[in-house]
């Protein structure tokens, strides 16, 4: 497979997308970007801004296996991993496996269950396995979770965990669409209440788990020269030094900008990476990484303001 090969699976599926949802070209891109790395996204918006229906249009133009959990302040662990479950038939536990057992898992409203079901996730992010009862089950390469959650702000949400959230790639805000935007919504979705069917606006797969990792396999070969990699180093480290950030990122978010941005190279047709693929993704890799000092967030200060200032302030490589 080759960058023109790659791009043009990229255009399809974008285009794909296109057909059903309106507007949020960012957040297909960023959707793209970390399919391509390998990566978890979180979409935050409030309700009714096409999260789930973003997600389920970008699974549907996939061959890969499509699993969504709707998380509830009830839901527990096993309901998501499975369980155990003695046969009576032969006198053995039998593994039930729960919907994390698939390659593409939509984790739709991730914040409205408790601390307890959202670390049901971590390992499975992390490794892309889960360990049941003390056996270690694989998910395979293809997994990857698109989580959902509303604003911390609104009734019946949980913050997530930051050991959960260094495990995405991605936090994408989902902002209100603008006044034409809306209209084109209100034309093409206004016939009906209800999520409209996938299937209506013909959209078929166009990439399945064997071009994606063909696709992964010449993005890891994308040259990232020595500059480009102290560029992304010197961001990442600038986050800690900060005083108005109570912490910042980890080595991890190093580690996953630089592949991210060696995707969006290649997905733009280059087999080297620029400075503009790293500070194009850099706030979205980084704003859930840091936290805000309480003096900062008093005066209100954000935490892609906060971003946006290192990337001001640390030089570029030319």
Known sequence: MDLTS?????????????QVVVGQDQAIDLLLTSLLS?????????????????????????????????????????????TNLFNFQTNQFVLTKGPIFTQLLLADEVNRT????????????????????GSTHDLGDGFMVI??????????????????LDRFLF???????????????????????????????????VADLATLVAAR??????????????????????????????????????????????ARAVING?????PDDVKELAVHALRHRVMLAPGAEIEGLTDQAAIEQILDQVPAPR
């Open 171 to 205: 936090k994408v805000i989902i902002d209100y669409p603008d006044r034409e935007q809306e209209r084109a919504i209100v034309a093409r979705h206004g016939h009906r209440t209800a999520m409209p069917s996938i299937a209506d606006f013909g959209v078929t797969p």
């Open 270 to 274: 280059r087999e080297f990476v620029i």
């Open 114 to 133: 408790p601390p307890k079901t959202q670390a049901a996730l971590l390992q499975a992010m992390q490794e892309r396995k889960v360990t049941i009862d």
């Open 217 to 262: 396999q010449v993005i890891s070969q994308v040259r990232l020269s020595d500059e480009i990699i102290d560029y992304v180093v010197d961001i990442v480290r600038a986050t800690r030094d900060r005083p108005s950030l109570a912490y910042g990122a980890s080595p991890r978010a190093a580690n996953m900008l630089a592949t991210a941005a060696r």
């Open 38 to 82: 390998e990566g978890h996204i979180l979409l935050e918006g409030v309700p009714g801004t096409a999260k789930t229906l973003l997600a389920r249009t970008f699974a549907a133009c996939l061959s890969l296996e499509f699993g969504r959990v709707q998380f509830t302040p009830d839901l527990m662990p096993g309901d998501v991993l499975g």
């Open 6 to 18: 790659i791009q043009n699976v990229a255009d399809r599926l974008r285009a794909q997308i296109q």
């Open 147 to 164: 989580a959902t959650q509303n604003p911390i702000e609104q009734e019946g949400t949980y913050p997530l965990p930051e050991a959960q």
